[in-house]
C-alpha cells in the first residue's frame, strides 16, 4: 500500500475547512515538500497543543517519545510504554488536526518484526498516520515489516535517545568517517524500505547537508544545522516550558515561562481571604 492509499484508507482527504490549506497533510504530501518548501514539525502530546499547532499550520506533528521526559517527568525515554504513547495519540488524533499525525515506537516495542507491527498497528488503531522508530540498516526487517502491512514509516538517524544509556550521553554523531559513511549508508537504506522522511538527530552540519544532497526523501533536522529539508523541535523547548534542560539548538521565548508563572500568581494572589469566623 502507498502513502497515498493508506491516507484515502484512514479517511485523511475530507474536505474539512482550515485557515491555510485545504488538504490534510499525507506521507506523500510530506514527501513531496523536498526541495520546494521546508517541513515544519513539532511535537504535540495532548488535546491543546494539537489545536495550536493546527492553528499555527504545521505540516507534521509527532507524538514523540519525548514526552517522557517533558510530560511524565521521566529521566530519559527508555521508561516510556506503549500504553503511554497510544495513550497520548489518542489526544492529539481527537484534535483532528490537518498535519500528519506520526508516532513513536518506544523502547523495546520493536525487537522484531513481528513485534513492531504489532506495536504499529496499536498506534495506528488509536489515531496515528505514521509510526518512527530509531535505527538504519540494524532494523531494515522491523521497517520492511511495518511497510508491507501498509503503516508509512519516518525514519531517524544520528544521536538516538533510546540509546543514550547505552552511549552514556548525548552524543554529536557524524564527527569522523566511520560514522558519516555509516550515516549515509543508513540514510540510503531507509529511502530504499519506503520511509516517506529521516529524522537527523545531532548529526554534523556538514554530514547533515551531504545526506540531504543524496537521498531522494526529505531529512527533517534536530541540531543537525539549517541545510535539512525541515526541522523538528519539542514545542516545549520552543516555548520555553521546558522546566529543565533546554538543548542549544533551541531559542525558546524565554519571556514565555514567566508570563505563565506571572498569571498563575497573580491569580492566586487575588483569591480572597477567608472570614475570620465563620458562624
Known amino acids: 500500500m502507498t502513502p497515498a492509499e493508506f491516507a484515502l484508507e484512514r479517511g485523511l482527504d475530507r ?74 495519540v489518542r489526544a492529539v488524533a481527537r484534535a483532528k488536526p490537518r498535519g500528519l499525525i506520526a508516532a513513536d515506537l518506544p523502547f523495546e516495542t520493536y525487537e522484531t518484526p513481528q513485534q513492531a507491527v504489532k506495536s504499529a498497528k496499536r498506534l495506528v488503531a488509536a489515531g496515528a498516520e505514521a509510526v518512527k522508530a530509531e535505527g538504519g ?35 554529536i554523531k557524524g564527527r569522523d568517517e566511520a560514522q558519516r559513511e555509516a550515516l549515509l549508508a543508513d540514510a540510503w537504506a531507509l ?41 523538528i523541535l519539542v514545542t516545549t523547548d520552543l516555548l520555553g516550558t521546558s522546566t529543565d534542560f ?14 505563565m508563572v506571572g498569571i498563575i500568581r497573580g491569580w492566586r494572589e487575588t483569591l480572597p481571604k477567608p472570614s475570620a469566623t465563620r458562624e
Open 137 to 171: 540498516q540494524a532494523i531494515l526487517p522491523q521497517i520492511e515489516a511495518i511497510r508491507a502491512a501498509g503503516i508509512p514509516f519516518l525514519g531517524h538517524l544520528g544521536m538516538l535517545p533510546q540509546q543514550v544509556l547505552e552511549e552514556g550521553g548525548y552524543r
Open 15 to 88: 474536505g474539512e475547512p482550515c485557515r491555510l490549506s485545504e488538504t490534510r497533510e499525507t506521507p506523500q504530501t510530506i514527501l513531496q515538500r523536498k526541495d520546494r518548501e521546508p517541513i515544519a514539525a513539532l511535537t504535540a502530546y495532548d488535546f491543546p497543543m494539537a489545536k495550536l499547532l493546527d492553528a499555527a499550520g504545521v505540516p507534521l506533528l509527532l507524538v514523540g517519545d519525548s514526552l517522557g521526559m517533558v510530560v511524565l517527568g521521566y529521566p530519559d525515554t527508555t521508561h516510556v510504554t506503549l500504553d503511554e504513547m497510544a495513550h497520548h
Open 246 to 259: 533546554i538543548p542549544k539548538h533551541v531559542r525558546p521565548d524565554e519571556l514565555l515561562r514567566e508570563r
Open 191 to 231: 529511502g530504499q524500505a519506503g520511509a516517506f522522511g529521516i529524522v537527523l538527530e545531532l548529526v554534523t552540519p556538514s554530514v547533515a547537508a551531504e545526506i540531504t544532497a543524496e537521498i531522494n526523501i526529505p531529512t527533517i533536522g534536530i541540531g543537525s544545522g539549517g541545510d535539512c529539508d525541515g526541522q
